[in-house]
């Protein structure tokens, strides 16, 4: 559709039924018709849309319209609405909002001024359509009658395809700098005219992110500003500090306008930038949303109230943008692991039919938090002593760990994929040094974990009936940790070896088999069956006693073996014994290390006299 000269023609509203009519019988030949009358700057910005579209065309109809209040608006405006829903329904209908939805399945458009955008009916919609599989709700708005017909008439433009600007300023986030995407952080509002960057710029998408009200989104010195010198003010209403006089509270000359910024969609990506009209802080003459919706984007994207957007939005937003994905779908998706209600609102037509997107899952690896739960226990209790050789390493990964499960980091600066790598090659390292140093001295007070955090801990009710390795049934228990950085440990006893394992939830367990003598000079064959928790690497050794050490040989003295989670691995040891030692009965000690934790499984044995 490409009428002969402007996309948009201003009209006086007594003159918009005729007009609409018209353009609606012969959309390849007439523009869409605008009121304008006493509102300039809506007539400014029609010229400012002309720098964005270069054609008009039937939108792909949403299943269902209602319009809110439509007795109220002036002839022709619900009339150029009419072929962007299939089906339209009274508002009468929206009183059972569930029951509503459930015998009307589909997408749904809501039109009205945005006073009768209210928490009744607005909030129960927006809550039953969430997440659903079944229904998406999109609204049209405006200020007043002429700014909702401006809302409604954008719906109708095509953007230029040479227009392919993609734009994210943020005053909160350093976030990676994806191709194609032009980002903006608070380093750069140091140096670059923020404001000649946005004003300058034909916009397809572009974010603004940062703290603020309703009337304001801050970027460092520069702010995205809500007011619309051309509409009355209401009185009675609270406004910003301008509204009574006083100066701006940011710098007046790099004030942003936004109903000039020359975008196709804009994302106000702050809190409350498009509050519910019954919700609104200030008066509507100074609110964001409005004067997005009064300027040349066809699409606005808002939020309804708090959110905890972050890194992680902004890099779904990001590749959404890139691949043209839908704005509201892809932020709430992201944000569905953070909080139980739609973050954002669509204010026009969703330019793709794909459905939402399954919510993001920010759950950090399962092993990371695995990790954490027994870094906090090894440097958070008194486990080991301040002066401990492993602390300054524990504490580095530690630190990583916690970067890892904070949202604005994880499955963004780095993937799953990354983190998983990164943490198993510190793990590695770490287990090695672990294994060596008990290895080294068994007495070692990492070695008593089963005794100090048993010790902070009480009985878990379950018993399980297990097999001792010396054949005989043992009783296998575990003692919950009563403060955060005691872990929970898991020992087996039996009545003729008494406690035989212990290992940690989620690590290794072992048994070790033998002969029950060996004689002097002689050696003892040991058969360790490990089954690992997780498939990865695990590191063995033994040890005996310290009154047998100087008598006795072990070979090997460790060993590194690739697991496979769930199925046994098989570990030879010998046990290698001086002429001279003295007969009686001993033990050894078989131990498992893997992500930090040290499983040991003890067995008794005799030396008799050759």
Known sequence: MNPAGPLFRPVKFAHLPSAVKEFLDAPDAVAVPVPVEGRDDLAQSAELASRLYTALDRPRPLDLGVVLGEDRLPDGVADLARPLARTWLTEDQLADAPAFLRDHPGSLLLIGCYDRLTLDPVRSLLLATYRS???????????????????????????????????LFTDTDRPPHLPGVQVFDDRDFERVDIQSAILGTRWRKVAFQGHGKDDSVNLGEFTICGLNPAVPSRPGLLGPRCAYGLPCYKPE???????????????????????????????????????????PARTVVAAVSVHDSDRPENVAWMRSALTGADTVDTLNASLAGSHPYPAFLRFGLPDTPHPAPEPADHRPDPLVLTVGRRLNALLGSELLPHNHALRPRLSKLARKVDLWVAR??????????EIHTSLTADLQSLDHVIAGQVAANPEDELMTYPAHFGDRSSLDPEVREVTCHCGRPAQEFTRRGLLPQVLDTTCAVCMRCGDVTFRLPEAPSLLAYSADEVQQGGFLEVRAVLNAARTGPVRLGLFVPTYLREDTRVEPELVKVRATGGQPQYVVFRVRFDPATAPQAYYFTVFAVQDLAVSTARRHFGVLPR
């Open 253 to 295: 000359d790099k004030l942003v306008p936004l109903h000039r910024v020359t975008a196709v969609e804009v994302v106000l990506s702050a809190c409350n930038s498009g509050p519910l009209a019954d919700l609104a802080l200030y008066d509507p003459k100074y609110q964001l949303l409005l004067n997005a919706l009064d300027g």
């Open 408 to 417: 604005p980091t994880h499955l963004a600066d780095q993937s799953a994929a």
């Open 133 to 167: 599989r079944t229904h998406a709700l999109t609204l049209l708005s405006g200020r007043d009658a002429a700014s909702l017909a401006w809302s409604i008439a954008k719906q109708y433009a095509r953007a230029d395809s040479g227009i392919d600007a993609l734009g």
